[in-house]
């Protein structure tokens, strides 16, 4: 009987997350859900809908209390409209300030192209439970490498302007060749509406660091929905046949505006982070990572957007400062904290307090940027098992990467990496033909030079890929979807080449210190002086004579 009250409450709260005023006053069966629910309007954002790269990997947290056991996690019964839409689930995270763990709530995710996703998971170690991150990989990647922990990086910021206002500055990256890492330059990329460029970076496992080359993602607009956190009391777990289906929408045109950064973990926080304190934790907003820890596509792209406006830079910093010295200016921290200071009006601006949606009231209203349809049940189902086979993913690849047969280490040790096969995950992309035209859901195909206007520029050639093949060079038109935006390296003054080892590079990365957040003005990316190098696997280039 106690189960059926507490499925009742959950169920209220999925529907439309009222307050707890007008839960009281709906009848004893529902004041379950404010007892064991709670819907947080801040929190980490899921891995698989969006993530940054940090220039210095670090492991995963450790904590000393056991997670809970993954839930039963149902689809909603809407969906955004789409045939690449796919229904990943949650997962728990650790919650520092209550000593606790919350819930991720999944998320529709449209499948960036030529991408799959391998899920995070939960270990026990010597020191507690650690977790191990997420990550999209390629869809054709049939193993893994992992290799030793990259050196520091080096230098980050062009040394020359961008060739176009079109162009956005990307860091460059250490990748291991012949037997040791090698510094891969940083490079100008021309973006395109729409899509967002995650640059090539390393993820940690107990196993070793695995290498994500660089790829285009949906803008964050187009990546499908974000639901809400939410914190189970631990009554929640001890009911056999306990599921949970989230239903609170996070609006992805307001988070941005309250994103932060971990300094240790580089995952995306949302919400109210403003006080001193969290700063001195670790979180830091995006404009202050994103010049000195690391490459934050979100705001790379929105920097880009307003790149004719010269003072966006020094309001976006204004408005931190603002919110953090007027608790009424920042965002409710849970959702029914949002419903009752949206209907007193007792914040400073009502748009920035309204972080979260219903999903019901979201669909119905027709202003959003994103279309749903039903989910009906045989679909439902389909997908309910597909998130079920990806938690049994993420636990194979949780044995995988603890259970290290013996003398595994010695020998990666001496080869430098090592691989081993990893299983198709049950979500990913269709595989794209080379030759194939790209469209708006395929996505844009690499590029290696700007076809406009190519003089006196270098043109840089991509990465081989498992074959030896190099991916099709075709450039946008006009009015279509881009075919891939270009990638291009900037010009360097003529001096004899010069490497670069891995013993050298720890010492010139100390070399670098935090710095303040970007004054107005600079490029992306953190200020250093890039180093000559050439890619592996990419062919020599030649530098063109001056006409």
Known sequence: MRFSRLWVGLAAIAVGGVCADRVRAAGPEQIEFDVHVEVLTRGPVHEAFAEAAAFQPQPGVVIGKAPPAPIE?????????????AWIPGYPAWDDERADFIWVSGVWREVPPGRQWIPGYWAQTELGFQWTYGYWASSDATEVEYFPQPPLVIDQDPTVIAPSPDHTWVPGCWVWQRGRYAWRHGQWVH?????????????????????????????????????????????????????????TVIDVNVFSEH??????????????Y????????????????????????????????????????????????????????????????????????????????VIAKSLDQLSKSGSASVRFQRVD????KALAARGKQLQEFSAARRTLETDV?????????????????????????RKIPRNKSRDRATGPDVSAADSRS??????????????????????????????????????????????????????RGKQRADREPRAKGQPDGPASKPKEQSKPGAQPTQKRKKP
Do not use: C
């Open 377 to 380: 049940p045989q679909e439902r």
């Open 191 to 247: 973006v395109h509406p729409d899509w967002d460029w995650m640059p090539a970076h390393y993820v940690w496992s107990p196993r070793g660091y695995v290498f994500v080359e660089g790829y285009w993602d949906y803008s964050v607009e187009r990546r499908g929905v974000l639901f809400a956190p939410v914190h189970f009391d631990t009554i929640a777990y001890r009911h056999a046949g306990f599921h949970y289906s989230p239903a």
């Open 454 to 507: 190519g003089a006196g520029r270098e043109k840089i050639t991509s990465q081989p890929d498992a074959q030896g093949k190099k991916p099709n060079m075709k450039a946008g038109r006009a009015g279509d979807e881009p075919a891939r935006p270009e990638v291009q390296e900037q010009r360097r003054r003529p001096s004899k080449p010069r490497t670069v080892s891995e013993t050298e590079a720890p010492a």
């Open 274 to 353: 403003y006080e001193v304190g969290y700063q001195n934790s670790g979180f830091l907003p995006a404009f202050s990572f994103h010049a000195s820890r690391g490459y934050d596509p979100i705001y790379a792209r929105a920097r880009w957007v307003h790149r004719n406006d010269r003072d966006w830079d020094t309001r976006i910093e204004a408005n931190f400062a603002y919110r953090r010295a007027h608790v009424d200016a920042r965002p409710p921290r849970t959702f029914s904290a949002q419903l009752q200071v949206t209907a007193g009006k007792t914040i400073a601006n009502q748009k920035t307090a």
């Open 405 to 429: 047969p013996a003398g595994w280490a010695a020998k990666s040790v001496g080869a430098g990496r090592a691989k081993v096969k990893m299983p198709d995950s049950p979500v990913a992309a």
């Open 259 to 272: 994103l932060f950064l971990h300094v240790n973990h580089s995952r995306y926080y949302f919400g109210d």
């Open 73 to 85: 996690e149902l689809p909603p019964v809407q969906r955004p409209v789409g045939n690449h839409i």
